[in-house]
């Protein structure tokens, strides 16, 4: 296999970051396929979250190379990232709670992103018919007008999603997406998370195995900054190296 396969959403190879010298993420080679849902799992201080952080842009890599449809994004900013198609949720929510569901929405369509963009922004048809599909998709159309403070724990985390998925991103991470939700919202965000991947990548941490069984494509487990299983969710459950560092605790 090479990056210079076009097919793939993500091509990661030979990544490494070191901080003071402790390899955080050694020499990680991962591919993503377009429209997948990959599970990453493993041990706490495993390196998911730097993995994600590299592929963002957060943290700069200290070698190897990251490409997002082909095109090498290992040194480029966070936010020229987001720009070609990276979305990124963080485990807190980072809504508007005193605005409206609706206008979260809408401020987070793309032509609003600079300032001259807000200034001049106009709530189109198209702007409209963006925030309907993307409600939709999160659960919320019958709460468009509801100030998104009053939203439930759960609803807000769809919100945030639907924010990123107002800028239609073609890879959209999620680190740990159904933390302190109910047993209902984690069955609505498993549906959720189904519904959106069938136009995009979508990377997700997660430590809930009910979860994981229901959402991944392909599971990667990562221990000590590498790769330590790959692969359909039975064939990684099954692993014995799997089971001994991280499922068997
Ligand atoms: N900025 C940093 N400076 C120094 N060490 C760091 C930094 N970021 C992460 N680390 C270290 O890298 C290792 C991997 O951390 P990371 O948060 O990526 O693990 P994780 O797999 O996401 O764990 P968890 O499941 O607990 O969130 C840990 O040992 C952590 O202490």
Request: with cysteine.
């Given at each position: 296999?090479?990056?210079?396969?076009t097919?793939?959403?993500?091509?990661?190879?030979?990544?490494?970051?070191s901080f003071?010298?402790?390899?955080?993420?050694?020499n990680l080679t991962?591919?993503?396929?377009?429209?997948?849902l990959?599970?990453?799992i493993g041990?706490?201080g495993a390196g998911?979250?730097?993995?994600?952080?590299?592929?963002?842009?957060?943290?700069?890599?200290?070698?190897?190379?990251?490409k997002?449809?082909?095109?090498e994004v290992?040194?480029?900013a966070?936010?020229?990232?987001?720009r070609?198609?990276?979305?990124?949720?963080?485990q807190?929510?980072?809504?508007?709670?005193?605005?409206?569901v609706?206008?979260?929405l809408?401020?987070s369509y793309?032509?609003?992103r600079?300032?001259?963009?807000a200034?001049?922004?106009?709530?189109?048809?198209?702007v409209?018919?963006?925030v309907?599909?993307?409600?939709?998709?999160?659960?919320l159309?019958d709460k468009?007008?509801?100030?998104?403070?009053?939203?439930?724990?759960?609803q807000?985390?769809w919100?945030?999603?639907?924010?990123?998925?107002?800028q239609?991103?073609?890879?959209l991470?999620l680190?740990?997406?159904?933390?302190g939700?109910?047993a209902s919202?984690?069955?609505?965000?498993a549906?959720?998370?189904?519904?959106?991947?069938k136009n995009?990548?979508v990377?997700?941490?997660e430590h809930?195995?009910d979860?994981?069984?229901?959402?991944?494509?392909?599971?990667?487990?990562?221990h000590?900054?590498?790769?330590l299983?790959?692969?359909?969710?039975e064939?990684v459950?099954?692993?014995?190296?799997?089971?001994?560092?991280y499922?068997?605790?």
């Amino acid at each position: 296999m090479s990056a210079t396969n076009t097919d793939f959403a993500l091509a990661i190879e030979d990544l490494t970051v070191s901080f003071d010298g402790f390899k955080a993420i050694d020499n990680l080679t991962l591919y993503i396929d377009k429209n997948e849902l990959r599970v990453v799992i493993g041990p706490n201080g495993a390196g998911k979250t730097t993995l994600l952080d590299l592929i963002c842009g957060k943290t700069r890599a200290t070698g190897g190379s990251i490409k997002f449809k082909n095109q090498e994004v290992t040194k480029i900013a966070e936010y020229q990232r987001v720009r070609l198609g990276m979305g990124r949720k963080f485990q807190t929510p980072s809504i508007y709670e005193n605005l409206s569901v609706f206008k979260n929405l809408e401020v987070s369509y793309p032509s609003g992103r600079s300032v001259l963009g807000a200034l001049a922004f106009k709530c189109t048809d198209d702007v409209r018919q963006r925030v309907q599909e993307v409600a939709q998709d999160i659960g919320l159309a019958d709460k468009l007008q509801l100030e998104a403070g009053l939203l439930s724990h759960g609803q807000k985390q769809w919100l945030e999603i639907g924010m990123l998925l107002m800028q239609d991103p073609e890879l959209l991470m999620l680190d740990e997406p159904i933390a302190g939700m109910s047993a209902s919202e984690r069955d609505q965000t498993a549906d959720l998370l189904n519904r959106i991947c069938k136009n995009r990548a979508v990377i997700v941490i997660e430590h809930d195995m009910d979860f994981v069984k229901r959402i991944a494509h392909k599971v990667t487990v990562m221990h000590q900054g590498k790769i330590l299983a790959e692969g359909s969710m039975e064939k990684v459950q099954s692993d014995p190296q799997v089971i001994d560092v991280y499922l068997g605790h």
